[in-house]
Nanobody
């Protein structure tokens, strides 16, 4: 199994920055993609950014040019640098990892971290 622990959420004014961290443990060598999703109150969970084991990145249109996903393979940690934050970025942010088990592939999720952007 893979376990994920997020940190770095908080409150910031519009235009500010935050960096989220997601530390993975367990079968980290079996992870082939890691990403961030978010869920605003009353809305569905949506993809924010992903990074694959080969390094390719993917972003939601709403965050392109403002957010950057990266990773530290030594520390088994993935980061989400969020710049030029907007009130509409307010949500609970979840880290997820897609990994291969013995017979199947799985998705692990972190507990979520709140990001609040005030105008």
């Amino acid at each position: 199994q893979v376990q994920l622990v997020e940190s770095g959420g908080g409150s910031v004014q519009a235009g500010g920055s935050l960096r989220l961290s997601c530390a993975a443990s367990g079968l980290v060598s079996n992870i082939n993609a890691t990403g961030w999703y978010r869920q605003a109150q009353g809305k569905q969970r949506e993809l924010v950014a992903t990074i694959r084991s080969g390094g390719s990145r993917n972003y939601a249109d709403s965050v392109k040019g403002r957010f950057a996903i990266s990773r530290d393979n030594v520390k088994n940690t993935v980061f989400l640098q969020m710049n030029s934050l907007k009130p509409e970025d307010t949500a609970v942010y979840y880290c997820t990892a897609h990994y291969k088990g013995t017979y199947y592939e799985y998705d692990a999720w972190g507990q979520g971290t709140q990001v609040t952007v005030s105008s």
